[in-house]
């Protein structure tokens, strides 16, 4: 009775487990469609304020280096 009681036991937490197992697939499943078609590159709609400004490659690297040399000297 006792080796009964321990099999369904052991069903009962393998169904437990499958199920759980099946909500989760099917949850990430639904995730994935909800954000398909969702573009994130796309323009920002209504009052957005661009954040960086594209320089050219010269002042970039003059900023690169004046932050290593300061990085460099402080020790930061």
Not at 46 to 57: E, T
């Amino acid at each position: 009775m006792n080796r009964i009681k321990s099999m369904i036991d052991a069903l009962w937490i393998f169904f437990i487990f499958i199920g759980c197992t099946l909500i989760f697939y099917y949850g990430i499943l639904w995730v994935s469609d909800e954000y398909r078609d969702y573009h994130r590159y796309d323009e920002p709609k209504g009052r957005a304020v661009k954040v960086v400004q594209q320089d050219n490659i010269e002042s970039i690297f003059e900023q690169s280096m004046e932050r290593l040399h300061l990085f460099l000297r402080h020790g930061e």
